[in-house]
């Protein structure tokens, strides 16, 4: 069977906990979270998941399926401790993202009078100034990829460099997956840039769905495909109802 847009998602997303060893990962959405999954059932064995609310999991069931295995209690306070501790990569959405990675889930408008109410600014200042942070945005277009945010809420870059040391120390933003590729911030001025492109996806393609200029690199190469072995794990182990393929659509 070909391997899905949505499948190649997956796999970008499971990238991100490459490495990350012995921390929380903490996925927001249904493709990050199979992603999670299959990071750990592969090449990230240490990383530690939880039940979406109070426990750490020790087995890693479907998405939507009950873990049988609980191998600890994780109350709001210890959750907290990790994320100030740096002991926690996240995974967020965006509504709104620009080429420094700053970050809105809260309004759209001229926020004093917003034209459209979101969630709130919520959690995202503390990720993004102590814990790696990821973003996952299902569909690329002009309207989320802006050339500035209407209200920072994840901070980006240049917002943690003029914050000085306290924001910037521990600063890390990672990755951008979306449904047309992959993007990070390794260029000399931290602003975005291609780092790999889904199958059958093209520079004139991203770049006309992103509402600001994107770093190219000469060669622009393309996201890896899942092997026969995770393809397996995401279809019948992790993710057997399909949902992915709703989260992302061909």
Request: charged share 15%.
């Given at each position: 069977m070909t391997t899905t847009r949505a499948e190649y998602c997956v796999v970008a997303c499971a990238e991100a906990w490459r490495g990350d060893g012995e921390i929380l990962a903490t996925p927001m959405g249904t493709v990050p979270t199979i992603g999670a999954r299959l990071a750990r059932l592969t090449f990230s064995p240490d990383l530690l998941l939880t039940d979406g609310e109070a426990m750490f999991i020790g087995d890693v069931p479907a998405v939507g399926a009950k873990a049988e295995v609980?191998?600890?209690?994780?109350?709001?306070?210890?959750?907290?401790?990790?994320?100030?501790?740096?002991?926690?990569?996240?995974?967020?959405?965006?509504?709104?993202?620009?080429?420094?990675?700053?970050?809105?889930?809260?309004?759209?408008?001229?926020?004093?009078?917003?034209?459209?109410?979101?969630?709130?600014?919520?959690?995202?200042?503390?990720?993004?100034?102590?814990?790696?942070?990821?973003?996952?945005?299902?569909?690329?277009?002009?309207?989320?990829?802006?050339?500035a945010v209407d209200m920072v809420c994840g901070v980006g870059f240049d917002r943690a460099a003029a914050a000085g040391p306290a924001a910037s120390r521990f600063?890390?933003?990672?990755?951008?997956?979306?449904d047309l590729g992959v993007f990070d911030f390794e260029t000399p001025d931290r602003t975005m840039r291609v780092r790999s492109l889904h199958p059958g996806v093209d520079v004139e393609q991203v770049q006309a769905a992103t509402g600001f200029p994107l770093a190219v690199p000469e060669q622009v190469p393309t996201t890896r495909e899942p092997s026969e072995s995770e393809l397996r794990l995401i279809r019948e182990v992790i993710d057997p109802k399909g949902l992915r393929e709703r989260e992302v659509r061909a």
């Open positions: 609980v191998e600890g209690w994780l109350p709001y306070r210890q959750h907290l401790s990790m994320v100030a501790g740096g002991r926690r990569h996240v995974m967020m959405g965006a509504s709104q993202i620009d080429r420094h990675g700053n970050q809105n889930i809260s309004c759209i408008g001229d926020w004093p009078r917003p034209t459209r109410q979101l969630l709130g600014v919520r959690g995202a200042p503390v990720n993004t100034v102590n814990n790696p942070t990821s973003y996952w945005i299902p569909k690329h277009s002009p309207r989320v990829f802006v050339a600063h890390g933003l990672r990755v951008v997956v979306s």
